[in-house]
């Protein structure tokens, strides 16, 4: 039963995606956040979730996601989330994520969204 | 709603362990399969489920630690909408006195959590929630 978190890392110039497997819970929040502070300590501020391989979320998972847009914006840097799921995108425009980090359709809008920024 | 039978009933009684809220999920997603609901309808239904297990998870401090579920199809002769019943035998709550989250507030905040009712209500198109000191029962409903 178990949907275990599995996290890929795409560093690129300036920008780092960060790809997500799984369910998003508590745990792959807490694996996602770890991945993005390490990316911040490396010296991204540019930084991308492709939630392409994530279906189910929850709520204590986002707001985790929560804490690592807190971050970016401490250091004035962007998040920004792709390939969402109709569902996940609805349930993060509810919450209101999308006034604090860029929401696309696909990869490529987002990176350069991210570059522009 | 006037003249809804219950065309058919599942109850599900899940301990409160470890991702029982996707198991919740998988039956719920069954149930709305079988009444031919939309795959973006499922999800949402699915996600809903999954908030109130959460809910009932982490905040019922119940004794039994179990959460019970009912799926119901309703409808006049045809399945038209799903209400899903989660319940828990916890210390209850008072609804009235939540606070709605705010995103501008919970980024500033300590406490990030706090979404689950907001989320269930904008996914479903009714919730309802009872609470008292024999626990807390979300009713919550999706026209096909």
Redesign the interface.
Known sequence: ???TLKLKVDRRDGLAVVYTEG?I?NQGGEQIAKAAYELVDEGYRRLLLNLSGT??????G???L??I??KM?EIDGRLAFCCL????E??FH????A??AGIHGDEGAAVEALKAA | MDGEAVLREISLTLPMG??M???A?RAATAVAESMRMSA?KI??V??AV??AC?NAI?HSGSDDQTVYLSFAVLGKGEPERLEITVKDKGVGFAPDELVE????E???SVR??G??L??MR??MDDVEVRSGSDGTTIVMSKAR
């Open positions: 039963m178990t949907e369910y819970n279906k189910i979320v929850n709520s204590i986002i707001s985790i929560i804490e847009i807190e914006i799921t109709p569902t996940i609805k349930t509810i919450m209101g994520l006034q604090y | 470890p991702e809220e996707i198991a999920s973006d999800d949402e699915r996600m999954v908030e959460i982490e989250p705010k995103i501008e919970k980024l500033t990030k959590r979404w689950g907001k989320i904008g996914l």
